[in-house]
């Protein structure tokens, strides 16, 4: 193993906040691999991708918080949209590198009445304030200071990493999550296909 692997290594395992979570009764995804995701026409991006199809998903994710603007907010609220959750925090490099991306698809997607939603458990409202200002982030972010929104995704998907986005569908349910750095290509098309299912 030379110095580079053994660097990189240590920096994916200092970067990784969330371990996985899911327990052995969540479904069984369709796509588990970038790889399988590609060939099907997905860009993966730098993650992974895992789809779920209809049957197999779990109940709908339960989360409400404060947001980093002092706003309360409760996901139960958005049942009949489809939701986009991104966990990220400022320093992060992978989500300063998607920040443009999720601005781009937040914007193009919220005529059609998609909700996008940060979860932030690691900085202070100064902090995620600037990264907002800075990427001109256009959706909330829930001020996940308990770790709330890690909890609510627990029985339902594993969060491996930040970044990572979970992709809800109209009953709230995961239908699917990226892990790792997320390109609007991808982002794009799970939005579309969970928007299809109800056409």
């Known amino acids: ?51 779920w199809a209809e049957g197999e998903r779990n109940d709908p994710v339960e989360l409400a918080g404060q947001t980093f603007d002092e706003e309360e907010l409760d996901l139960a609220d958005w049942q009949g949209s489809v939701v986009v959750l991104n966990f990220w925090y400022a320093a992060c490099p992978p989500c300063r590198a998607e920040a443009p ?6 914007e193009d997607t919220a005529e059609s009445g998609v909700e996008f939603l940060g979860v932030n458990s690691t900085d202070d409202p100064g ?30 998907v594993a969060l491996q990493a930040v970044p990572t986005t979970v992709v809800l569908d109209t009953d709230g349910r995961v239908a699917a999550r990226v892990i790792g750095r997320v390109d609007a290509v ?14």
Request: glycine fraction near 6%.
């Open 1 to 51: 193993m030379n110095r580079w692997t053994k660097t990189l290594g240590a920096i994916l395992a200092s970067a990784l906040l969330f371990t996985a979570c899911a327990p052995a009764t969540d479904p069984e995804p369709d796509e588990t691999s970038s790889e399988e995701v590609s060939n099907s026409g997905y860009v993966s991006g730098d993650g992974t991708v895992t789809v």
């Open 101 to 106: 991306d999720l601005k781009e698809v937040a």
């Open 127 to 156: 902090t995620a304030a600037a990264f907002e200002r800075t990427f001109e982030v256009p959706y909330p972010s829930l001020h996940d200071s308990r770790s709330q929104g890690v909890a609510a995704m627990q029985g339902k």
């Open 186 to 199: 991808t982002l794009r098309t799970l939005i579309k296909d969970v928007q299809a299912e109800s056409t």
